[in-house]
């Protein structure tokens, strides 16, 4: 019997999806910040948002591989 295979582990992809989300987090604090006066620490919350969010879609996304 053999082990199942376990799919591939591709840093570029995890690279791409770590800076989008980070990102896309960032563009959003942006607008928040923009709103309310301040683009800066609407950008800086969104990034501390997105790293952490960052991590998780990447480890969600390759959950097999880390198993």
């Given at each position: 019997?053999?082990a199942?295979?376990?799919?591939?582990?591709?840093?570029?992809?995890?690279?791409?999806?770590?800076a989008?989300?980070?990102?896309?987090?960032?563009?959003?604090?942006?607008?928040i910040?923009w709103?309310?006066?301040?683009?800066?620490?609407?950008?800086l919350?969104?990034?501390v948002?997105g790293?952490?969010?960052?991590?998780?879609?990447?480890?969600?996304?390759?959950?097999?591989?880390?198993?």
């Open positions: 019997m053999q199942a295979n376990r799919p591939p582990f591709q840093p570029v992809e995890a690279g791409a999806i770590l989008g989300t980070v990102g896309m987090c960032a563009a959003g604090g942006a607008g910040g709103a309310f006066g301040s683009t800066g620490l609407g950008v919350g969104g990034v948002v790293i952490p969010g960052g991590v998780y879609t990447v480890y969600r996304r390759f959950k097999g591989y880390f198993s």
